[in-house]
């Protein structure tokens, strides 16, 4: 059986914003909440789950998870890359999806788009190309057995481990790499909504109440045009430096 199955990797951690992911968006929804909803259900994707850590202030993920009814498995803090072929493991996962818990606003048709070009190109490794999507809307599709190469590579270092693909990244001449191009309309890199600081959460949570006054749908699509058509994000950043 070949499976592909979303991983939302979370944990309560954070250097500049701990618990960030458990902040809430809008009413009662969390960050982290609001991203399981959005992406439970991806075309061309098995099952959505969560990685967290066996840290106990990450109980609280796990009971979130719960909730959702998203499976969730822990593993290492730091060692994240164990941590993904732990879920690998456990869901009979072929493909991976990576998705970082950091923005709420990671797009399924996005994700569903770099799933099937992966298969298309037969890839090991598939991304959107650089300088397309706004920083916090990217997520990166990989084999199973690539990651267990990785974790089984004498050279694969800590920094490695900790950031599951960036051995790929800096090697793409040794894998069966394939980049997405997106539309002219979406290629964004000057735009970002994932969350590190307090100005962040203030500014992504301006941006879906700006994105729901107007009754768009919360997507790339709309995050770029609210951007390049009404200047409500200068607007808004000029408030939030205010």
């Not at 979130?64 to 060692?79: K, P």
């Not at 004498?154 to 920094?159: G, M, V, Y």
């Not at 950031?163 to 970002?192: G, K, N, Q």
Request: one cysteine or more; hydrophobic letters at 40%.
């Amino acid at each position: 059986m070949t499976r592909t199955v979303a991983v939302i990797q979370a944990r309560t951690g954070s250097n500049r914003l701990p618990g960030k992911i458990l902040e809430t968006l809008h009413d009662d929804v969390s960050l982290l909440s609001y991203q399981c909803r959005q992406l439970r259900t991806i075309e061309g994707v098995d099952e959505l789950v969560i990685a967290t850590t066996t840290n106990p202030d990450d109980d609280a993920v796990v009971a979130l998870a719960e909730r959702e009814g998203i499976r969730v498995f822990r593993g290492s803090e730091e060692d994240v890359l164990s941590r993904f072929l732990l879920v690998a493991e456990q869901t009979l996962a072929k493909t991976i999806i990576r998705i970082t818990s950091d923005s709420p606003f990671r797009d399924p048709a996005v994700i569903a788009r770099c799933v099937a070009e992966h298969r298309e190109h037969q890839a090991e490794y598939t991304r959107p190309s650089a300088g397309h999507l706004p920083k916090g809307l990217r997520a990166e599709v990989v084999e199973t057995g690539v990651l267990r190469q990785l974790a089984e590579a004498a050279e694969t270092t800590a920094r490695d481990r900790e950031h599951v693909t960036v051995f790929i990244r800096d090697h793409l001449d040794r894998f069966r790499c394939h980049a997405v191009d997106f539309p002219e309309s979406l290629r964004r890199p000057d735009l970002d909504v994932s969350v590190d600081t307090i100005e962040d959460l203030e500014l992504v949570r301006a941006l879906y109440a700006a994105l729901v006054d107007r009754d768009w749908p919360v997507d790339t699509e709309h995050l770029c045009r609210l951007y390049d058509e009404t200047n409500v994000l200068k607007s808004i950043l000029t408030d939030l430096a205010s």
